[in-house]
Protein backbone atom coordinates (compact mmCIF):
# COMPACT_ATOMS: atom_id res chain seq x y z
CA UNK A 1 0.00 0.00 0.00
CA UNK A 2 1.55 3.36 -1.04
CA UNK A 3 1.84 5.94 1.58
CA UNK A 4 -0.11 9.11 1.38
CA UNK A 5 1.69 12.14 0.09
CA UNK A 6 1.12 13.89 3.73
CA UNK A 7 2.58 11.15 5.33
CA UNK A 8 6.11 11.49 3.17
CA UNK A 9 5.87 15.28 3.95
CA UNK A 10 5.52 14.73 7.68
CA UNK A 11 8.15 11.78 7.99
CA UNK A 12 10.56 14.12 5.49
CA UNK A 13 9.92 17.70 7.79
CA UNK A 14 11.01 15.18 10.51
CA UNK A 15 14.27 14.19 9.23
CA UNK A 16 15.20 17.82 8.14
CA UNK A 17 14.21 18.75 11.42
CA UNK A 18 16.69 15.91 12.98
CA UNK A 19 18.95 17.19 10.45
CA UNK A 20 19.09 20.58 11.61
CA UNK A 21 19.82 19.19 14.96
CA UNK A 22 23.09 17.60 13.56
CA UNK A 23 24.11 20.99 11.61
CA UNK A 24 23.94 22.55 15.02
CA UNK A 25 25.50 20.49 17.54
CA UNK A 26 28.50 18.95 15.05
CA UNK A 27 29.45 22.83 13.98
CA UNK A 28 29.70 24.68 17.85
CA UNK A 29 33.15 25.46 18.38
CA UNK A 30 34.50 25.57 22.25
CA UNK A 31 34.78 28.98 22.72
CA UNK A 32 38.34 28.41 24.69
CA UNK A 33 39.70 27.19 21.42
CA UNK A 34 39.91 30.58 20.14
CA UNK A 35 41.92 31.83 23.31
CA UNK A 36 43.99 28.67 23.69
CA UNK A 37 44.87 29.15 19.93
CA UNK A 38 44.90 32.76 19.66
CA UNK A 39 42.49 32.92 16.98
CA UNK A 40 41.97 36.85 15.64
CA UNK A 41 38.29 36.06 15.45
CA UNK A 42 36.54 38.52 13.07
CA UNK A 43 40.12 39.27 12.52
CA UNK A 44 40.22 41.49 15.26
CA UNK A 45 43.05 41.59 17.27
CA UNK A 46 41.78 41.59 21.73
CA UNK A 47 41.83 45.18 22.07
CA UNK A 48 39.41 45.49 19.15
CA UNK A 49 41.97 46.77 16.38
CA UNK A 50 42.09 44.96 13.33
CA UNK A 51 44.83 42.69 12.18
CA UNK A 52 46.58 44.28 9.51
CA UNK A 53 46.76 42.44 6.64
CA UNK A 54 47.31 44.64 3.49
CA UNK A 55 48.14 47.97 2.73
CA UNK A 56 46.21 50.23 0.56
CA UNK A 57 46.12 54.21 -1.00
CA UNK A 58 42.71 54.40 -1.52
CA UNK A 59 40.99 55.42 1.63
CA UNK A 60 42.39 55.99 5.46
CA UNK A 61 39.15 55.24 8.02
CA UNK A 62 41.03 56.78 11.26
CA UNK A 63 39.48 56.65 14.92
CA UNK A 64 41.91 55.58 17.14
CA UNK A 65 45.50 55.78 18.04
CA UNK A 66 47.37 53.29 19.98
CA UNK A 67 49.86 55.17 22.97
CA UNK A 68 51.95 52.53 24.73
CA UNK A 69 49.56 49.57 23.57
CA UNK A 70 46.46 51.35 24.66
CA UNK A 71 43.63 52.08 22.71
CA UNK A 72 43.22 56.14 22.39
CA UNK A 73 39.94 57.34 21.38
CA UNK A 74 40.33 60.09 18.85
CA UNK A 75 37.65 61.95 16.87
CA UNK A 76 36.85 60.04 13.37
CA UNK A 77 38.42 60.94 10.17
CA UNK A 78 38.05 59.69 6.50
CA UNK A 79 40.39 60.73 3.42
CA UNK A 80 39.65 59.47 0.02
CA UNK A 81 43.52 58.96 -1.82
CA UNK A 82 44.77 61.27 1.11
CA UNK A 83 42.11 63.98 0.84
CA UNK A 84 39.76 64.84 3.80
CA UNK A 85 36.03 63.66 2.95
CA UNK A 86 34.74 66.26 4.63
CA UNK A 87 36.84 69.35 2.36
CA UNK A 88 35.98 67.23 -0.84
CA UNK A 89 32.35 68.06 0.09
CA UNK A 90 32.73 71.51 1.63
CA UNK A 91 34.31 72.77 -1.29
CA UNK A 92 31.84 70.37 -4.20
CA UNK A 93 28.88 72.14 -2.10
CA UNK A 94 30.34 75.17 -2.04
CA UNK A 95 30.14 75.70 -5.62
CA UNK A 96 27.05 74.25 -5.79
CA UNK A 97 28.13 71.26 -7.76
CA UNK A 98 27.45 67.28 -7.63
CA UNK A 99 30.61 65.59 -5.81
CA UNK A 100 29.66 61.58 -6.62
CA UNK A 101 31.36 61.42 -10.00
CA UNK A 102 34.41 63.65 -8.50
CA UNK A 103 34.45 61.41 -6.14
CA UNK A 104 34.39 58.45 -8.74
CA UNK A 105 37.28 59.62 -10.39
CA UNK A 106 39.19 60.11 -7.36
CA UNK A 107 39.06 56.98 -6.16
CA UNK A 108 39.74 55.56 -9.66
CA UNK A 109 42.60 57.09 -10.76
CA UNK A 110 44.17 58.70 -7.47
CA UNK A 111 44.12 62.26 -8.43
CA UNK A 112 41.19 65.20 -8.34
CA UNK A 113 40.20 65.54 -12.06
CA UNK A 114 40.62 68.81 -14.03
CA UNK A 115 37.20 70.49 -15.14
CA UNK A 116 37.66 69.00 -18.81
CA UNK A 117 38.42 65.48 -17.07
CA UNK A 118 35.50 65.63 -15.16
CA UNK A 119 33.76 66.85 -18.09
CA UNK A 120 34.55 63.90 -20.30
CA UNK A 121 34.28 61.50 -17.20
CA UNK A 122 30.74 62.43 -16.58
CA UNK A 123 30.55 61.71 -20.61
CA UNK A 124 31.52 58.35 -20.57
CA UNK A 125 29.34 57.42 -17.83
CA UNK A 126 26.50 58.80 -19.05
CA UNK A 127 27.39 57.14 -22.39
CA UNK A 128 27.02 53.60 -20.35
CA UNK A 129 23.44 54.17 -18.14
CA UNK A 130 21.79 52.32 -20.47
CA UNK A 131 21.51 48.75 -20.24
CA UNK A 132 22.45 46.25 -23.26
CA UNK A 133 19.57 45.39 -25.85
CA UNK A 134 17.45 42.59 -24.34
CA UNK A 135 19.22 43.10 -20.93
CA UNK A 136 15.85 44.66 -19.13
CA UNK A 137 13.00 42.03 -20.11
CA UNK A 138 15.47 39.26 -19.57
CA UNK A 139 17.45 39.46 -17.08
CA UNK A 140 15.32 41.93 -15.15
CA UNK A 141 11.83 42.20 -15.98
CA UNK A 142 11.69 38.07 -16.58
CA UNK A 143 13.06 36.97 -13.05
CA UNK A 144 12.11 39.51 -10.51
CA UNK A 145 13.34 39.42 -6.70
CA UNK A 146 11.46 40.25 -3.51
CA UNK A 147 14.99 41.46 -2.62
CA UNK A 148 16.76 43.90 -4.80
CA UNK A 149 20.31 43.50 -3.92
CA UNK A 150 19.70 39.66 -4.85
CA UNK A 151 18.49 40.76 -8.31
CA UNK A 152 21.36 42.98 -8.44
CA UNK A 153 23.80 40.30 -7.85
CA UNK A 154 22.31 38.22 -10.42
CA UNK A 155 21.90 41.38 -12.89
CA UNK A 156 25.95 41.93 -12.46
CA UNK A 157 27.02 38.11 -12.93
CA UNK A 158 24.76 38.36 -16.15
CA UNK A 159 26.85 41.26 -17.63
CA UNK A 160 29.15 38.62 -18.31
CA UNK A 161 27.22 37.13 -21.00
CA UNK A 162 26.58 40.80 -22.39
CA UNK A 163 30.61 41.47 -22.63
CA UNK A 164 32.56 40.58 -25.55
CA UNK A 165 36.09 40.27 -23.34
CA UNK A 166 34.86 39.64 -19.90
CA UNK A 167 38.14 37.31 -18.59
CA UNK A 168 40.71 39.90 -19.54
CA UNK A 169 42.32 40.98 -16.57
CA UNK A 170 44.32 43.68 -17.85
CA UNK A 171 43.76 47.13 -16.15
CA UNK A 172 42.86 48.27 -19.15
CA UNK A 173 40.03 46.14 -19.77
CA UNK A 174 39.14 45.85 -15.63
CA UNK A 175 38.73 49.55 -15.56
CA UNK A 176 36.28 49.76 -18.87
CA UNK A 177 33.84 47.29 -16.61
CA UNK A 178 34.28 49.13 -13.71
CA UNK A 179 32.93 52.49 -15.40
CA UNK A 180 30.44 50.59 -16.85
CA UNK A 181 29.28 49.07 -13.69
CA UNK A 182 29.17 52.24 -12.16
CA UNK A 183 27.55 53.85 -14.30
CA UNK A 184 24.48 50.75 -14.96
CA UNK A 185 24.30 50.03 -11.49
CA UNK A 186 22.01 53.03 -10.78
CA UNK A 187 19.68 51.59 -13.60
CA UNK A 188 19.66 48.09 -12.35
CA UNK A 189 18.52 49.03 -8.98
CA UNK A 190 15.93 51.24 -10.12
CA UNK A 191 14.21 48.33 -13.17
CA UNK A 192 15.11 45.88 -10.15
CA UNK A 193 13.30 47.54 -7.61
CA UNK A 194 10.18 48.88 -10.84
CA UNK A 195 10.06 44.90 -11.18
CA UNK A 196 9.58 43.75 -7.19
CA UNK A 197 7.07 47.01 -6.99
CA UNK A 198 4.76 45.42 -10.14
CA UNK A 199 5.57 41.49 -9.57
CA UNK A 200 5.22 41.69 -5.97
CA UNK A 201 3.08 44.21 -5.04
CA UNK A 202 0.80 44.94 -7.84
CA UNK A 203 1.83 48.11 -9.03
CA UNK A 204 2.40 50.05 -12.55
CA UNK A 205 5.49 48.97 -13.96
CA UNK A 206 7.53 52.46 -15.10
CA UNK A 207 10.16 51.66 -16.93
CA UNK A 208 12.02 55.06 -17.58
CA UNK A 209 15.31 55.50 -19.60
CA UNK A 210 17.92 57.05 -18.56
CA UNK A 211 18.63 61.29 -19.74
CA UNK A 212 21.90 62.84 -20.49
CA UNK A 213 23.33 64.79 -18.58
CA UNK A 214 22.64 64.04 -15.43
CA UNK A 215 24.37 63.31 -12.51
CA UNK A 216 24.10 60.04 -10.29
CA UNK A 217 22.02 60.78 -7.96
CA UNK A 218 19.82 62.84 -10.18
CA UNK A 219 19.37 59.92 -12.62
CA UNK A 220 18.33 57.25 -9.87
CA UNK A 221 15.74 59.35 -8.28
CA UNK A 222 14.77 60.22 -12.23
CA UNK A 223 14.33 56.46 -12.25
CA UNK A 224 12.27 55.71 -9.58
CA UNK A 225 9.73 58.69 -9.88
CA UNK A 226 6.65 57.67 -11.60
CA UNK A 227 6.80 61.02 -12.15
CA UNK A 228 10.04 61.57 -12.67
CA UNK A 229 10.48 64.40 -10.34
CA UNK A 230 12.68 65.48 -7.53
CA UNK A 231 13.78 68.52 -6.31
CA UNK A 232 17.37 70.00 -6.40
CA UNK A 233 17.60 69.61 -3.01
CA UNK A 234 16.53 66.04 -3.11
CA UNK A 235 19.57 65.18 -5.51
CA UNK A 236 21.78 67.19 -2.99
CA UNK A 237 21.32 65.76 -0.40
CA UNK A 238 21.07 62.08 -1.98
CA UNK A 239 24.73 63.06 -4.25
CA UNK A 240 26.13 63.78 -0.54
CA UNK A 241 24.93 59.67 0.93
CA UNK A 242 26.75 58.69 -2.20
CA UNK A 243 30.28 60.66 -1.85
CA UNK A 244 30.08 59.20 2.21
CA UNK A 245 29.31 55.72 1.23
CA UNK A 246 31.43 55.82 -1.59
CA UNK A 247 35.03 54.36 -0.07
CA UNK A 248 36.02 52.82 3.66
CA UNK A 249 39.20 51.52 3.46
CA UNK A 250 40.33 47.84 2.28
CA UNK A 251 39.18 46.31 5.90
CA UNK A 252 35.44 46.63 5.62
CA UNK A 253 33.65 43.04 4.53
CA UNK A 254 32.50 44.00 1.66
CA UNK A 255 35.82 45.66 0.35
CA UNK A 256 37.85 42.86 1.95
CA UNK A 257 35.49 40.43 0.10
CA UNK A 258 36.90 42.41 -3.16
CA UNK A 259 40.48 42.02 -2.42
CA UNK A 260 39.66 38.08 -1.47
CA UNK A 261 38.12 37.31 -4.24
CA UNK A 262 40.24 39.32 -6.70
CA UNK A 263 43.51 37.57 -5.42
CA UNK A 264 41.98 34.34 -7.09
CA UNK A 265 42.13 35.81 -10.48
CA UNK A 266 38.72 35.75 -11.26
CA UNK A 267 36.92 38.08 -13.48
CA UNK A 268 35.31 41.65 -12.60
CA UNK A 269 31.58 40.27 -12.52
CA UNK A 270 32.85 37.19 -9.97
CA UNK A 271 34.44 40.18 -8.05
CA UNK A 272 31.64 42.22 -7.80
CA UNK A 273 28.38 40.32 -6.88
CA UNK A 274 30.40 38.99 -4.10
CA UNK A 275 30.40 42.19 -2.24
CA UNK A 276 27.24 42.79 -3.29
CA UNK A 277 26.48 39.49 -1.33
CA UNK A 278 28.54 40.81 1.65
CA UNK A 279 26.89 44.48 1.74
CA UNK A 280 23.63 42.81 2.17
CA UNK A 281 24.23 41.55 5.15
CA UNK A 282 22.00 43.17 8.13
CA UNK A 283 25.58 43.83 10.22
CA UNK A 284 27.18 45.52 7.29
CA UNK A 285 24.80 47.34 4.55
CA UNK A 286 21.89 46.64 5.80
CA UNK A 287 22.18 48.20 9.00
CA UNK A 288 20.85 51.50 8.09
CA UNK A 289 17.22 49.52 7.31
CA UNK A 290 17.62 47.64 10.88
CA UNK A 291 17.67 51.62 12.53
CA UNK A 292 15.16 52.61 10.56
CA UNK A 293 12.86 49.17 12.16
CA UNK A 294 13.99 49.71 15.50
CA UNK A 295 13.63 53.48 15.68
CA UNK A 296 9.89 52.57 14.54
CA UNK A 297 9.72 50.23 17.20
CA UNK A 298 11.07 52.91 19.55
CA UNK A 299 8.24 55.63 18.64
CA UNK A 300 5.57 52.99 19.33
CA UNK A 301 6.63 51.99 22.84
CA UNK A 302 7.93 55.28 24.18
CA UNK A 303 5.03 57.69 24.90
CA UNK A 304 7.12 60.84 25.79
CA UNK A 305 10.20 61.08 22.95
CA UNK A 306 11.68 63.78 25.86
CA UNK A 307 11.42 61.63 28.52
CA UNK A 308 15.06 60.99 28.88
CA UNK A 309 14.65 58.25 31.52
CA UNK A 310 11.71 56.46 29.67
CA UNK A 311 14.03 56.42 26.87
CA UNK A 312 16.79 55.31 28.53
CA UNK A 313 14.56 52.15 29.98
CA UNK A 314 13.19 50.96 26.69
CA UNK A 315 16.78 51.10 25.36
CA UNK A 316 17.78 48.74 28.37
CA UNK A 317 15.07 46.42 27.25
CA UNK A 318 16.72 46.44 23.91
CA UNK A 319 19.93 45.27 25.26
CA UNK A 320 18.12 42.65 27.43
CA UNK A 321 16.76 40.84 24.71
CA UNK A 322 13.39 42.19 25.83
CA UNK A 323 12.52 44.77 22.90
CA UNK A 324 12.41 45.01 19.48
CA UNK A 325 14.23 42.20 17.54
CA UNK A 326 15.39 40.63 21.18
CA UNK A 327 18.80 40.18 19.48
CA UNK A 328 20.63 42.75 22.09
CA UNK A 329 21.74 45.54 19.41
CA UNK A 330 21.09 49.10 19.24
CA UNK A 331 21.45 49.30 15.58
CA UNK A 332 23.27 52.68 14.51
CA UNK A 333 25.18 53.09 17.54
CA UNK A 334 29.41 52.32 17.46
CA UNK A 335 32.03 51.34 15.07
CA UNK A 336 34.40 48.63 14.38
CA UNK A 337 36.68 51.77 13.71
CA UNK A 338 35.67 55.05 15.08
CA UNK A 339 35.31 56.28 18.46
CA UNK A 340 34.73 59.43 19.38
CA UNK A 341 32.29 60.27 16.47
CA UNK A 342 31.63 59.06 12.70
CA UNK A 343 32.61 61.63 10.43
CA UNK A 344 30.03 60.85 7.92
CA UNK A 345 27.64 60.27 10.63
CA UNK A 346 28.15 64.20 11.65
CA UNK A 347 27.85 65.24 7.98
CA UNK A 348 24.62 63.61 8.12
CA UNK A 349 23.18 64.60 11.28
CA UNK A 350 23.87 68.05 9.92
CA UNK A 351 21.93 67.67 6.31
CA UNK A 352 18.95 65.63 8.02
CA UNK A 353 18.39 68.43 10.86
CA UNK A 354 17.77 71.13 7.69
CA UNK A 355 15.63 68.03 5.97
CA UNK A 356 13.86 67.48 8.70
CA UNK A 357 12.65 70.81 9.79
CA UNK A 358 11.67 71.44 5.22
CA UNK A 359 9.40 68.53 5.68
CA UNK A 360 8.21 68.99 9.07
CA UNK A 361 9.44 66.23 11.28
CA UNK A 362 11.65 67.66 14.06
CA UNK A 363 10.15 65.79 16.46
CA UNK A 364 11.53 62.83 14.89
CA UNK A 365 14.94 64.10 14.17
CA UNK A 366 15.29 65.44 18.12
CA UNK A 367 14.06 61.76 18.77
CA UNK A 368 17.61 60.85 17.40
CA UNK A 369 19.01 63.55 18.91
CA UNK A 370 18.14 62.15 22.47
CA UNK A 371 18.65 58.71 21.67
CA UNK A 372 22.65 59.71 20.70
CA UNK A 373 22.84 61.43 23.63
CA UNK A 374 20.85 59.01 26.34
CA UNK A 375 22.45 55.46 24.56
CA UNK A 376 26.40 55.55 26.23
CA UNK A 377 25.06 56.13 29.38
CA UNK A 378 22.72 53.66 29.26
CA UNK A 379 25.68 51.18 27.63
CA UNK A 380 27.84 52.03 29.84
CA UNK A 381 25.83 51.22 33.08
CA UNK A 382 24.51 47.92 31.01
CA UNK A 383 28.10 46.69 29.85
CA UNK A 384 30.02 48.03 33.13
CA UNK A 385 32.69 49.32 30.57
CA UNK A 386 34.09 53.15 29.45
CA UNK A 387 34.08 52.44 26.39
CA UNK A 388 33.17 55.05 24.28
CA UNK A 389 29.52 54.66 22.05
CA UNK A 390 28.67 57.01 18.88
CA UNK A 391 26.34 57.14 15.90
CA UNK A 392 27.81 55.67 12.96
CA UNK A 393 26.80 56.74 9.34
CA UNK A 394 23.57 54.06 9.61
CA UNK A 395 22.10 55.62 12.16
CA UNK A 396 21.62 58.93 10.09
CA UNK A 397 21.37 57.86 6.32
CA UNK A 398 18.38 55.67 6.93
CA UNK A 399 16.42 58.64 8.37
CA UNK A 400 17.67 60.75 6.05
CA UNK A 401 16.30 58.46 3.23
CA UNK A 402 13.42 58.36 4.69
CA UNK A 403 13.05 62.06 4.68
CA UNK A 404 13.74 61.68 1.11
CA UNK A 405 10.40 59.28 0.83
CA UNK A 406 13.18 56.66 -0.55
CA UNK A 407 11.34 52.88 -0.29
CA UNK A 408 13.48 51.02 2.98
CA UNK A 409 14.14 48.10 0.23
CA UNK A 410 16.57 50.69 -1.75
CA UNK A 411 18.52 51.67 1.18
CA UNK A 412 21.15 49.21 0.69
CA UNK A 413 21.35 49.04 -3.08
CA UNK A 414 21.92 52.64 -2.58
CA UNK A 415 24.89 51.78 -0.73
CA UNK A 416 26.21 49.08 -3.32
CA UNK A 417 25.65 52.32 -6.14
CA UNK A 418 28.24 54.55 -3.85
CA UNK A 419 30.87 51.62 -3.39
CA UNK A 420 30.97 50.10 -6.37
CA UNK A 421 33.57 53.03 -7.28
CA UNK A 422 35.31 52.09 -3.94
CA UNK A 423 35.37 48.45 -4.51
CA UNK A 424 36.43 49.17 -8.41
CA UNK A 425 39.24 50.99 -7.29
CA UNK A 426 40.38 48.11 -4.55
CA UNK A 427 39.68 45.60 -7.54
CA UNK A 428 42.85 47.64 -9.69
CA UNK A 429 44.84 47.75 -6.58
CA UNK A 430 45.06 44.14 -5.83
CA UNK A 431 45.70 43.40 -9.79
CA UNK A 432 48.41 45.86 -9.86
CA UNK A 433 50.14 44.97 -6.10
CA UNK A 434 48.43 42.00 -5.18
CA UNK A 435 51.10 39.10 -5.96
CA UNK A 436 49.66 35.94 -4.12
CA UNK A 437 45.94 34.19 -3.51
CA UNK A 438 44.42 35.50 -0.17
CA UNK A 439 44.74 32.45 2.44
CA UNK A 440 44.36 32.56 5.97
CA UNK A 441 44.94 29.42 8.03
CA UNK A 442 41.84 27.55 10.36
CA UNK A 443 43.33 25.37 12.89
CA UNK A 444 41.38 22.27 12.88
CA UNK A 445 39.59 21.10 16.06
CA UNK A 446 38.15 18.04 15.82
CA UNK A 447 39.58 14.70 16.76
CA UNK A 448 40.62 11.86 14.78
CA UNK A 449 37.52 9.62 14.31
CA UNK A 450 37.71 6.17 12.34
CA UNK A 451 35.84 4.79 9.41
CA UNK A 452 32.25 3.07 10.58
CA UNK A 453 31.24 0.47 7.52
CA UNK A 454 27.39 1.87 6.84
CA UNK A 455 25.98 -1.93 8.36
CA UNK A 456 27.43 -0.71 11.87
CA UNK A 457 26.65 2.52 12.32
CA UNK A 458 23.68 3.36 14.53
CA UNK A 459 20.05 4.78 13.66
CA UNK A 460 18.94 8.16 13.96
Known amino acids: ?258 HVVSSSDTDTYSVIAAAIGSLKGDLHGSANIKVIHMMRDIKKNIKDWNDEDEIAAYLEKILNRKAFDKKGLVYGMGHAVYTLSDPRARLLKEKSKLLAKEVGKEKEFALYKNIEKIFPVVFSRFKNTKVIISPNVDYYSGFVYELLNIPCDLYTPLFAIARIAGWSAHRMEEIVSGSKIIRPAYKNVMPKCEYIPIKKRKNL
Open 1 to 258: MRRRASDRIIESNEFIEQLSKFALENNKINADFYKIYNVKRGLRNENGTGVLVGLTKIGDVHGYIIDENEKVPVEGRLRYRGIAVSDIVANFQKEKRFGFEEVCFLLLFGHLPKEEELGLFKTLLDDNRRLPRGFTENMILKAPSPNIMNKLARSILACYSYDKNPEDKSIKNVLRQCIELIARVPTMVAYGHQAKLHYYENKSLCIHHPLPGLSTAETFLHLIRSDCKYTKSEADILDLLLVLHAEHGGGNNSTFTT
